[in-house]
Every structure is written in C-alpha cells, then in structure tokens.
C-alpha cells in the first residue's frame, strides 16, 4: 500500500499518527489564568478509561466518552437485542469508565442520533434504556445531543467524581502486587461467538444457557460500587475496566504500570455460558474468557497486605473478587499452566478493524 | 398514523416523550453521599447549552455534547469541505457550548469513527482538524473513543470552568434588558442554501464572496473570548450561542426567561454574503439571516445600565457586539420594521427531521 492508502489498526493510528497531539498532557493547567486553577491529572497521553481534572483542591472530575454500535451491533440486528437494550448497555459503558476511576457518577450525556423512520415510541424505547442504566447506577442524563441522522447512532458521555488521592488509574501496579478481577469474563464475547452460528451448530445451548449469554447483553453492570470499594484506602494500585476484553485489559495495565504478570489459568473465573459456547463452537475455554468482550469487570491490583482488608470490605458490601495472578518485573503477561508452564496470554485481543467471526475475533459491538 | 408509528419532531420528543426522564433534576444533589458535594446547577431540564456541576465552593464545571454529520453534512459531500474542515467544525461546535455559559474550555473528548476503506492519511486530517480548532480555542483533546465503524462519524464533548456567580444561562433576561448578538448570524446557511443549487442560480456568486461562504464553514469561530467577557460582572442576563439559527435562539431565550423580544430589523447585521445568497436565491435578506444556521455568534441580553461598561470591556479585548433589540413583557419574539409595524420572527428553524432546501430550511449540517 503506498502511504496515502496505508489503513492501521486503531492502536496504530492512536500511538503513531496523531500521538503528538496528545503527548505531555498529564499534569498541565488547563484553567484560565485568572480563574480557579484547573490540573489535567491525566490527559489522553495517559490512556485510562476517564480524562482527570482537579478542579478544586483534591476534587477531581473524572469523564469520558463511549461509543457504541447500533446498527452493526451484531445481536441488535439479529433481533436478539430490543432498543431499550441497546439503550441501557450505552449507559452501563460509559458509566463503567466513571467506575474504573474509583469515582462516583454524577451524570451522563447521552448521543442519540435516529433515521427518519425510527417511530415516537421505538426512539421511546432507547431513551428508556438509557434512563433505567443511568438509574441503576444511582445517575441521571444531564444533557446530550438528540436528532435525525440517517441511520441509529449511539454515543455518550459519562462524568464522575473522586477526591484526588484515592483517584484509580491503570499505572501503579507494582511487581509483588496481586491482579485481581470482579468476575467472570468472556461472556458478552461469547455470546457474539455463538449467536451469529447457532444455526450451524449440531447442538445447540439450552434455552437457560442461551438466555444467561443474551442477558449479559441486556443488563450488563457497571462496577460502581466495586470501584467505589477499592478506592477507599485506596486499595487499588491500578485499575481498569475489562470492556476489551482481560487479555487486552491486563496487558493494558502491563503496559502502563511497566510491570508484567503472570496469569494462574486455574485461577481465572469463567462462567458457565463461556464453557458451554467453548465446547459448542470448539475453542478453549480459557482463551475465550479472555478474549475481546465488553463485561465491564474491573480488572486491578492489590498489594498483597491489603488482600484481606479488601476482601473484608467487599463481603461486608455483599461484592466479590477474585485474585487470578500477580505482577512481575518480567515485563511480560503470561498465562501459567497447573503445571508451571508459562506461554504469552491466548485469547483474541479486541481490533475494531476486524470483525470476522471466524477468525475468533469476538467483536464486543462498543 | 397510528401511536407506534408516530414520528414527532425533536422539540416534541423532548418534550412530550422523554420530559418525565428529565424532569426536575437542577438544583439536585448529585454528588457521593460521603465524598465532597456536588450540584447539579443546570441539567437536561435547564435545556441550557451546558449542564453545569458546581463542584466545589463556586467553582462550576460545564460540559455539553455535539454529533456532527460527516456524510450528509451537504457541502463536505459535495467536496466543498475537507476531512480537515469536518473536524474542525466537531471542535468549534462543542466549545461554543462551553462559550456560550461564560467558561473557559478544559479540554475536549472527541467521538471519531471511521469505515474501513478511510485511510491514515485521511483519519489523520480529521483528528489534525479537531487538534487546530481545540488550539485555536487554547484547549486539548483529552479523550473520546477512536476506532471502526461502518461510515465516518463524529461527535464530542467539551467541557469548561466558570465560577458560579458567573455563569451564564438562557433564563435570566428581563422585560427592558437590551438584546444583543456578537455578530452577523445565517452565513453558514446562506452558504447551504447556495452551493447545492449553485448550477440552477443563472448569475452565480463572486469567487470572493463563494469563499467567504465556505470559510464560515471551515473555520468557525467560538465566541470563547466574547463568553470570558460578558461573563466578568456578570454582564449577560441570558446568554445561548446562535447554534440553531438566530429566530431559533431568540424564541428560546424568550421562552427559557419568560421574556418577549422586539427585534428591530434594521439593527440586525446582514453579512454581505447573506445578502448576495438572498438574492441569488430569491429570498429576504432578513429572513435568511434569521434562518437556521450553526454560526456560533453568541445572543445575549444586557441591563440596560451595563452597555456602556460592556461595550468599553469589549473595546478593550478587540471585540465587538450589536444590540438588535429589547425584553418586552409580550411573552412574543417580533420583528418590528422601521415603520413600526410588528409582525412574528420571520425565518425557518432548525428542525432535524426536515432537510428539504427547496422549502428553506437550511440544514446547518449539525
């Protein structure tokens, strides 16, 4: 391809071609000189789920934005999701980065861009699903942008607050410190493996495995409260939500924290709809929990004494998680076998530039 | 047509269809119950170009959301405008929000989505285009969501700082305040209404004045200095920039304020090229200048007792503003001829579903 036609990945793009509009960021001041002072505590150079204000002493306000698939969103189209659906998830996926900050939601703005044939109570439906995510998680729709467009488009933003010290960003992770997740990942993805190809599987799920997997769709959760818990001491020292999946997401935090982990397989949570759609369409279990899917968990790290004051919160808020490694200085995340065998982390990572089924690339539809 | 297959306008589902979800939220607590406390001053209800978050003592952080056409954004179709030009226009779009509340912008999140076959080059220029505009407007691109989609899409966030006591509303005018805009309004719809027709108009325009249409499209301006400055005292009673159209924003502030409005017609700025378009085209200067047009001037309203100050201090920075009419207690938006005869603002609104040039409403391509 000569340079003009040359088409990078997403990953590409952010770190090569427009890199230098976003470097250096973190840590300016952003207000106007005579105004209240206004820090960037982490800009977009810092590649966490929110932009970090400090806007005040030690009051930070944490926002980001999510966009996500209507149409091309492959269950929506397939008649599995309903309006409302598409509606609520648009919510729970932009307050899930509020949660991966350790801050509280104080509000969303939501995009909802509609065709000429969208009727009064279809554009009901998904308004309707975007107010129920929004309560859910205890916060409301402040604003946002409403109109025609050709075709449904969904995008929003969500904002948070969080005091400056117990504020949760996916640097921070030490080697020693124990990696952690609040479930089972793997099942939004799953379900997108399996839907778009029951028909051509011998046998299929039963109607109770089949519902689990559209229901992670449905209702997903935003870990509020999770991140609310392990930004109380704070107790996390890196923390991310798993929307691209927890091979991406730890290697995420691998990245930005320069440390590496090692995976115990045996230890990583999976859910029995994973299991069941592993067997039906013949993939690993192990490398289908950890491939693209936008479960919203929170993947962090712990130090090691902190672990039981941390399980003792989360039990007394009736939450859980679950310890599935720890970091490294080898730089590197690797999955280990019962046996001691260390191989790189299987699983396919999430590239919206790919979306062939087939080649297991499970697109999460966000 | 029946119920389910209704399609309302957008002030009519906002209204009518999602009110209940948005009903009575400024004023609200929205912050943590344990963490530092944080108001809603303006939400969805305010229906303010910003919601407003007083975060702290006084300090307020403003933030709004704008989707931006690419395909059938009319002149970018046509090849008028450039990728460049598009992302532009996403940035000044946003910001003008935060200007038109009295902030100072912080940083800008934005939505940028793109098919498979736009390559690097051309991604490159948009994000190129929204990086000038947010320099342009001393702010940042701190965040957003970059990746694939079935065609390009656009959209953002921008937020601001103001303090409390300072910022700027749409309610707010009173009966005898002056009413004022900071520049000549329905350029960018002169230049929607022209170019699309351009090959049917037997005497075209001048190359000069086809390019003074096309450079409002592609370097807009937001009025974040003219903002800061009616933001001072504060000068501005009510204040909304002219995103809709200058009959649009005007019955809106009079509706937001519980005010009537007598436009004097002769004091309304026309700029030459709206008035080359008029009669190009076959239409009233005036009601062309009124029409729906996203030209980011800013509408204010002024005591009476504050002009001259207001006028020094805009003296003072370079800038410049018209008064082109006054509060009355009508409850009407009018328009008075310099006979004195009053009749109903001419000029079509913005309405998202209609998009028909050849009935004159010029859509503003956001």
């Given at each position: 391809?000569?340079?003009?036609?040359?088409?990078?990945?997403?990953?590409?793009?952010?770190?090569?071609?427009?890199?230098?509009?976003?470097?250096?960021?973190?840590?300016s001041a952003v207000g106007p000189p005579e105004g209240p002072g206004v820090l960037?505590?982490?800009?977009?150079?810092?590649?966490?789920?929110?932009?970090?204000?400090?806007?005040?002493?030690?009051?930070?306000?944490?926002?980001?934005?999510?966009?996500?698939?209507?149409?091309?969103?492959?269950?929506?189209?397939?008649?599995?999701?309903?309006?409302?659906?598409?509606?609520?998830?648009?919510?729970?996926?932009?307050?899930?980065?509020?949660?991966?900050?350790?801050?509280?939601?104080?509000?969303?703005?939501?995009?909802?861009?509609?065709?000429?044939?969208?009727?009064?109570?279809?554009?009901?439906?998904?308004?309707?699903?975007?107010?129920?995510?929004?309560?859910?998680?205890?916060?409301?729709?402040?604003?946002?942008?409403?109109?025609?467009?050709?075709?449904?488009?969904?995008?929003?933003?969500?904002?948070?607050?969080?005091?400056?010290?117990?504020?949760?960003?996916?640097?921070?992770?030490?080697?020693?410190?124990?990696?952690?997740?609040?479930?089972?990942?793997?099942?939004?993805?799953?379900?997108?493996?399996?839907?778009?190809?029951?028909?051509?599987?011998?046998?299929?799920?039963?109607?109770?495995?089949?519902?689990?997997?559209?229901?992670s769709w449905k209702r997903p959760r935003a870990r509020v409260a999770e991140g609310?818990?392990?930004?109380?001491?704070?107790?996390?020292?890196?923390?991310?939500?798993?929307?691209?999946?927890?091979?991406?997401?730890?290697?995420?935090?691998?990245?930005?924290?320069?440390?590496?982990?090692?995976?115990?397989?045996?230890a990583v949570p999976i859910a029995g709809e994973v299991r069941a759609v592993a067997?039906?369409?013949?993939?690993?279990?192990?490398?289908?929990?950890?491939?693209?899917?936008?479960?919203?968990?929170?993947?962090?790290?712990?130090?090691?004494?902190?672990?039981?004051?941390?399980?003792?919160?989360?039990?007394?808020?009736?939450?859980?998680?679950?310890?599935?490694?720890?970091?490294?200085?080898?730089?590197?995340?690797?999955?280990?076998?019962?046996?001691?065998?260390?191989?790189?982390?299987?699983?396919?990572?999430?590239?919206?530039?790919?979306?062939?089924?087939?080649?297991?690339?499970?697109?999460?539809?966000?």
């Amino acid at each position: 391809l000569t340079k003009a036609a040359r088409r990078s990945d997403e990953p590409a793009r952010v770190e090569q071609l427009i890199g230098s509009f976003l470097t250096g960021q973190s840590g300016s001041a952003v207000g106007p000189p005579e105004g209240p002072g206004v820090l960037l505590l982490a800009g977009a150079d810092s590649k966490d789920d929110c932009a970090v204000f400090e806007v005040s002493d030690r009051t930070c306000v944490v926002v980001g934005s999510d966009y996500v698939r209507g149409p091309k969103f492959a269950l929506y189209e397939m008649g599995l999701l309903s309006n409302f659906d598409v509606g609520y998830y648009l919510a729970i996926a932009n307050i899930s980065d509020v949660a991966a900050m350790g801050a509280a939601p104080i509000g969303m703005l939501s995009v909802v861009r509609y065709p000429r044939e969208m009727s009064d109570s279809e554009f009901y439906e998904v308004m309707a699903g975007i107010h129920q995510g929004c309560t859910d998680c205890g916060t409301l729709i402040v604003g946002g942008d409403i109109g025609g467009a050709e075709r449904l488009i969904l995008s929003g933003s969500a904002l948070g607050v969080v005091d400056r010290d117990k504020l949760l960003l996916r640097r921070g992770a030490h080697s020693g410190d124990l990696l952690c997740v609040t479930g089972p990942c793997g099942v939004l993805g799953a379900a997108v493996a399996y839907f778009p190809r029951r028909n051509e599987i011998e046998q299929g799920l039963s109607p109770e495995t089949e519902a689990k997997l559209l229901h992670s769709w449905k209702r997903p959760r935003a870990r509020v409260a999770e991140g609310r818990a392990l930004a109380t001491k704070p107790f996390a020292t890196a923390c991310q939500d798993s929307s691209d999946g927890l091979k991406a997401t730890i290697e995420q935090i691998c990245e930005a924290s320069g440390v590496g982990f090692d995976v115990e397989e045996s230890a990583v949570p999976i859910a029995g709809e994973v299991r069941a759609v592993a067997e039906a369409i013949g993939v690993n279990q192990f490398t289908l929990a950890m491939s693209a899917s936008s479960d919203f968990q929170l993947v962090f790290t712990l130090d090691p004494s902190d672990l039981n004051a941390c399980r003792d919160l989360f039990r007394s808020l009736g939450l859980v998680f679950h310890v599935i490694g720890q970091a490294t200085r080898s730089g590197m995340a690797r999955a280990v076998a019962p046996d001691g065998t260390a191989r790189p982390l299987p699983g396919v990572a999430w590239k919206h530039q790919q979306s062939n089924i087939s080649t297991l690339v499970v697109d999460g539809g966000g």
